[in-house]
């Protein structure tokens, strides 16, 4: 493998990581925490076994058929790509108005400016990015760095609130309770929406498709839920160590509120530094794949496509700026991502089992399998039967 190809795995990898990894992310993570308190292990491992399987179906689908998500789904029936493009594309635009404003909440906590301000000097560098000429590796390796930031500032939070770690890791095996909304709210918040097609798109992008990538396409859908695995589980012990200490977590601001009470003014910083770079290539992720959906419907949209992806980010920065009150409806987002997702998922599977689309290509029974139960799951956990 060369190092090129290896170099824009991981980027797919880490674009989809950052993408799912955003404020709505972070204070999901922090509010049910504090709800399920150690059971909330569970259902994070509930949903990495479920973002798998919606992962490896998706990339190895649009992969092997070598099409977008929207255009594999106009061939399967006419129209139906332009109600999922519609379905991606509202559902990124509300995601990125609250990312666009957690990124100035970021700036904020790290310097005093303004929120508003933080916020569009934030868009104004998401915007730069795609201004290069390789926006493409400007991007991978955007998301590369910051996703180590990422990481390394919760594993320090983590270490510092000193969580029951046995406690926590015996009932993500076996929990005290259950809460459905939960699961389908992580899901949709990691896989959900655009999130799952961040990745897909990015490689096929870069060339890389056709049946004989399926290995190199499975370890980098599979690197990208560990990495989101990871930050979710840290950030869940982080968020433990403070709930039981008896500490009262500001409900106005709950993951803040967990890193200064780890660390005082600097853990203050620490949380600006973490939301910021959770905020900022979530905005990058989000405009990129939600412009992914719309570039091939016109010729005029493919060949000005940068120009659409940077007037996606304006208007985000402009909707927040003028609207505001964006976190009220990150938790609801990504709760209405985890409806979206039965829905795109439903349409893959289908798509898989005509040779007009995938050739010669056997999708993997198992995967068929596991595909429609998460399908099924999703749907009945949506509708509040369990």
């Known amino acids: 493998m060369s190092s090129k190809t290896s170099k824009t795995l991981l980027g797919a990898a880490f674009l989809m ?6 404020p709505g992310f972070l204070t999901q993570t922090t509010v049910f925490t504090q709800q399920l308190t150690t059971s909330f292990g569970f259902v994070i491992l509930l949903s990495v ?32 790509g332009y109600l999922l493009a519609f379905l991606i594309v509202v559902g990124g635009l509300a995601f990125n108005i609250g990312n666009v404003a957690g ?9 005093g400016i303004p929120v508003e301000f933080g916020a569009a000097v934030s868009a104004a560098m998401a915007i730069a990015i795609f201004s290069f000429k390789e926006a493409g590796k400007a991007m991978d390796s955007f998301a590369k760095v910051l996703g180590f930031v990422m990481i390394a500032l919760i594993i320090y939070v983590a270490f510092i609130t000193s969580p029951p770690l046995g406690e926590a890791i015996k009932h993500t095996f076996i929990p005290q309770e259950f809460n459905s909304i939960a699961a389908l709210t992580l899901v949709g918040g990691t896989v959900g929406g655009y999130i799952s097609f961040a990745g897909a798109h990015r490689l096929l992008d870069s060339g890389i498709k056709g049946e004989s990538e399926l290995g190199k396409v499975n370890r980098s859908a599979s690197t990208g839920i560990l990495v989101t695995a990871v930050i979710r589980y840290l950030l869940f012990l982080a968020t433990l160590g403070i709930v039981v200490s008896g500490v009262t977590i500001n409900p106005d ?8 009470n780890a660390a005082g003014t600097f853990g203050k910083q620490l949380f600006g530094l973490m939301i910021w770079s959770a905020a900022i290539t979530s905005v990058v992720g989000a405009a990129y794949t939600s412009v992914s959906f719309l570039r091939s419907f016109h010729p005029l949209l493919e ?33 209405l991502n985890g409806f979206i997702l039965p ?44």
């Open 303 to 335: 060949k000005y496509h940068t120009y659409v992806t940077i007037a996606f980010i304006a208007v985000s920065t402009l909707i927040f700026l003028f609207v505001g009150k964006p976190v009220k409806v990150l938790v609801f987002v990504g709760t």
């Open 103 to 111: 990124a100035g909440l970021g700036i904020e906590a790290m310097t």
């Open 49 to 80: 076994v479920i973002d798998l399987c919606v992962q490896f179906n998706i990339w190895q689908i649009i992969t092997v058929s070598g099409k977008h998500a929207q255009d594999l789904a106009n061939a399967l029936f006419p129209g139906l």
């Open 253 to 260: 601001n709950p993951t803040a509120s967990v890193f200064e």
């Open 17 to 22: 990581a950052t993408s799912a990894v955003g």
């Open 343 to 386: 829905i795109a998922l439903s349409i893959l599977l289908v798509a898989s089992r005509k040779s007009r689309l995938v050739g010669t290509y056997k999708h993997p029974l198992a995967l068929q399998i596991a595909g429609w139960v998460v399908v099924v799951i999703l749907a009945v956990m949506g509708a509040g039967l369990f």
